[in-house]
């Protein structure tokens, strides 16, 4: 395998494409490596090559977990999501661009069944041990987004500049169909560079998880208002991060009968949030 370290993002662009794959922290794509999920014969390494740290309401990909939590020009809600995400360790390497690209945790995914999402003919884990899936966009592939941060950023409102585009963080996501069964938009040879995230008046990210520490959301609620204008981004609940218009959209959750106890603890995180924010 090589390993290339380009120097900028027009440089890690060139590299990227014919099976290439872009590298930060590896915290994800190392094991997926590993596991024979992904299969790269070049890795670019991107460190060097896109933006890190945080300018005003500008935040580098390349920025880590660990050093978003602990800065005050950040949004609470991205402070929160940030700070109960993974692990001390994995948030030290972790990048906020690897956190939003990162692969479902459906285990039967990770196990490489020939479930729907890799390409077989039905979703396994509906007729499996689903307690930890989808109560929402979940007909083809119930699988539950696990990024607390994508959430986050969903409920500020944040845009995504790549290489190529600029994009509300929504619009990084897609519900996989049957002809196309990405659920990113991002294309081969796109990378990440920033996120601009604006001010709210006040915002929060509540989760609800098996353990205190180190384990992805069953729920994750953001709320982020701007004076009577709330938003509210689910994490946990739906093959993307899941946008409500209001807590009553709960009603329209779509649960497998193992995740029918995940509604109930939406509601709940829903309305402490929607307290939490004034709104
Ligand atoms: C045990 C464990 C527990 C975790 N718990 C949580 C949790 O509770 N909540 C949560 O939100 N996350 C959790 N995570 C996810 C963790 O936060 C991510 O693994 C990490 O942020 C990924 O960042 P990275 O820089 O290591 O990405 P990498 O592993 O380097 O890359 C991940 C993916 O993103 C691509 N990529 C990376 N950067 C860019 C870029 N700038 N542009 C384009 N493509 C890019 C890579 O090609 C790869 O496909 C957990 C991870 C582990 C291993
Ligand atoms: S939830 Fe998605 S990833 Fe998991 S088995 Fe079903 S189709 Fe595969």
Redesign the pocket.
């Known amino acids: 395998m090589e390993l290339l370290r380009p120097s900028s993002a027009d440089e890690a662009t060139a590299a990227l494409g014919n099976g290439s ?11 997926l490596l590993r596991d024979g999920l ?1 299969h790269a014969e070049t890795l670019v390494h ?1 460190t060097a090559a ?1 933006p890190r740290g945080v300018d005003g309401s500008s935040i580098g ?2 920025t880590t ?1 660990a050093e978003l939590e602990a800065d005050p020009q950040i949004p609470q809600a991205l402070r929160e ?1 940030c700070s ?4 001390p360790q ?2 030290t ?3 906020l ?3 939003l ?2 692969a479902t945790r459906c285990w039967y995914w990770r196990l490489g069944f020939d479930c729907w999402l890799h390409g077989g003919e039905r979703c396994v884990a509906k007729d499996g041990a689903h307690r930890e899936h989808a109560i929402f966009g979940n007909e083809l592939c119930a699988s539950a987004h ?4 994508a959430a986050a950023l969903v409920a500020l409102g944040a845009t995504l500049r790549t290489t190529q585009r600029e994009l509300p963080i929504a619009d990084l996501y897609r519900l996989p169909t049957a002809d196309n069964r990405d659920v990113t938009t ?1 294309a081969a040879d ?4 920033e996120i601009e995230v604006p001010a709210a008046d006040a915002s929060t990210y509540l989760k609800a998880m098996d353990r205190r520490k ?4 069953l729920v994750g609620v953001a709320v982020a208002r701007r004076g009577d204008e709330v938003r509210i981004a689910l994490a946990g609940v739906a093959p993307i991060p899941w946008t409500l218009d209001a807590a009553a959209d709960l009603d329209a959750a779509t649960p497998l009968p193992g995740t029918a106890y995940k509604v109930e603890i939406a509601r709940a995180l829903v309305r402490r949030a929607l307290e939490g924010v004034g709104g």
């Open positions: 794959v872009p590298f930060a922290g590896g915290t994800e794509l190392v094991p992904v991107i896109i990909a390349g977990l999501a109960l995400a993974a692990s994995l948030r390497m972790g990048t661009g690897g956190n690209l990162q696990p990024s607390d941060i991002l796109e990378l990440i560079l180190w384990a992805f959301p």
